[in-house]
């Protein structure tokens, strides 16, 4: 893939572990939505850099030896929530815990007497999102200013429907990132609930959205955020799974991002 060719000269070569223990195929899914500084650009294609997610991903697997068995793909949420269901993922990068794809994959499991090992790459905040002068606020416990029958704009399928359930809510769901935030950008919601990697991205991007769009309060939630694996192959490559969760962790720690690997000693 043009992406491994790219990708090759970019990352430097770590010491691999033996190709043996590789599993037969590692179909790899990253989210199709710009959130920097893990993801550059949307849709199918990668971009150049392609962002930090997707080198630790790329540097892990050179170093467990597998590269030559992977395959990268950025997958729309509904798209990658019936291709996990059907086996046809093995890996999905970029998975906020506790939301519905993290339901269908196995997660790092933290170690250490209280747990105090993590190996997840970082703490993505879920923020909300109105238009300038709405007159919406958010104190961190009510929102206040709605109009009637308002709903909440969301991503279908993630974790951010999952948010506005468990605090009552009621949820406009759009089948993408973008669309949920043009909704909003065009009076259909009159907020939105998003990861701020997403909506900053595209708010820099974009001086006119910027001029319309603005966060309230304080952040709702907070979760890590990690490279989820199918159960399947947990099961059938246990060995590849820790030492590829140890090394994704590894190359997010030395890139001195603002992440959350807390690896054990030794």
Request: proline share 8%; with cysteine; aromatic share 8%.
């Amino acid at each position: 893939m043009m992406l491994s060719v790219w990708l090759a000269f970019a990352v430097p070569t770590p010491a691999t572990a033996a190709p043996a223990a590789c599993p037969e195929r590692l179909r790899i899914a990253f989210p199709d939505a710009s959130a920097e500084p893990f993801m550059r650009g949307q849709g199918e294609d990668f971009a150049r850099p392609p962002g930090l997610l997707v080198t630790w991903v790329h540097q892990a697997l050179r170093q467990v030896g597998c590269l030559e068995r992977a395959e990268m793909l950025r997958l729309p949420v509904r798209r990658l929530r019936s291709m996990i269901e059907a086996g046809a993922i093995d890996l999905v990068a970029g998975v906020g815990d506790g939301g519905p794809i993290a339901a269908l994959l196995a997660l790092p499991p933290r170690e250490g007497r209280r747990g105090e090992f993590d190996y997840s790459l970082g703490v993505v905040e879920y923020r909300l999102y109105t238009r300038r002068g709405s007159g919406v606020r958010w104190d961190g416990q009510v929102l206040s200013g709605l109009p009637p029958d308002a709903r909440v704009g969301v991503t279908a399928g993630t974790l951010l429907e999952t948010l506005a359930f468990e605090r009552g809510w009621p949820a406009e769901a759009a089948p993408s990132h973008e669309s949920a935030l043009l909704k909003l950008a065009a009076g259909r919601t009159p907020l939105l609930l998003m990861h701020s990697y997403f909506v900053q991205d595209r708010l820099r991007q974009d001086a006119l959205l910027a001029r319309q769009i603005e966060p309230l309060g304080p952040v709702v939630e907070r979760r890590h955020l990690y490279v989820g694996m199918a159960p399947a192959l947990v099961q059938s490559a246990g060995g590849f799974a820790l030492s590829f969760w140890r090394a994704v962790c590894q190359a997010s720690a030395a890139s001195k991002a603002d992440g959350a690997c807390r690896l054990p000693p030794g």
